[in-house]
């Protein structure tokens, strides 16, 4: 087996079906009304967003992201909206974990996220969402985030970095991680998936740890500082372990 025909096994075992009849759609579509409840007349707009949107979604990791947009004029601050959500998935038994900008949930062995966002008036796409990091506000479009990552080709890599970094038990913000990989395989070729995962592996090796990303909605963010100094290490010395190992079972499995 080549080392191709070996990621895109690991692929098709971690794959999260799409489609308005996948699992992950279904266990959406049952907790939609819950949601709409308790958002009210606050609720514009309930959609598909992050990972699941931009294809690059992993089993195990998140099956589906679902947006929560809420109206601009709904009161209360965004740490109140987040924590109200929070207990609304407790009271359900949905078994919520806290996460940066989102709440996640396990319904019937389906990992989702809820990502509750307030719209900025006069903006179409771009919302206040809480980033529990920091106990504050960040402002950016998750609409342009599936636009960039969809427009890059690169939905294979990433998931297999998703699944790499899974495996061995490395915190790596999705979009953060999604940006690097694109920047990483800048100008390289996609039709060499292994050579390219081992690209990856070598880039994070050597620049995670120093390489500046702005979110692309916004500049003001600074994706990496979304993780410490530590972390990136960690994650930067588990690369290069890896990116020297002999066999790929050793590398993601």
């Known amino acids: 087996m080549t080392g191709d025909d070996y990621i895109l096994s690991i692929l ?8 308005p009849e996948s699992s992950a759609e279904q266990a959406a579509k049952r907790i939609a ?3 709409q409840r308790w958002a ?18 992993v089993h195990g990791i998140t099956d589906v992201d679902l947006f929560i947009s809420l109206k601009p004029e709904m009161p209360g601050t965004l740490k109140k909206i987040y924590d109200e959500l929070f207990t609304l998935a407790a ?12 709440i996640a949930i396990s319904i019937h062995g389906m990992d989702l996220d809820l990502i509750p966002g307030r719209a900025q008036a006069g903006f179409d796409n771009y919302h206040d969402l809480y980033w529990l990091q920091s106990d504050s506000c960040r402002q950016t479009d998750l609409a342009l985030h599936v636009e960039t990552v969809a427009k ?4 294979r890599e990433i998931q297999a970095i998703k699944i790499w970094q899974h495996v061995h038990q490395l915190a790596w913000p999705s979009f953060y991680l ?3 990989v694109i920047n990483a395989l ?16 070598d880039t994070i090796g050597a620049a995670l740890e120093t390489a500046c990303l702005l979110d692309p909605a916004n500049p003001d963010n600074i994706l990496s500082l979304d993780l410490t100094p530590q972390e990136k290490k960690t994650i930067a010395e588990q690369a290069q372990r890896s990116a020297t190992e002999q066999h790929w079972e050793d590398i993601l499995w």
């Not at 890059?152 to 939905?155: A, P, Q, Y």
């Open 33 to 35: 009304p819950k949601i």
């Open 186 to 201: 800048t100008g390289r070729s996609t039709d060499s998936l292994a050579h390219n995962v081992l690209h990856v592996l």
């Open 40 to 57: 009210g007349g606050w609720l514009s707009d309930l959609s598909y967003s992050g990972a699941y949107a931009k294809q690059t979604a």
């Open 152 to 155: 890059s080709d690169r939905f």
């Open 178 to 180: 999604e940006l690097f």
């Open 91 to 102: 009271l359900h038994g949905w078994n919520p974990r806290r996460k940066n900008v989102a």
């Open 12 to 19: 098709k075992k971690y794959e999260v079906l799409r489609g």
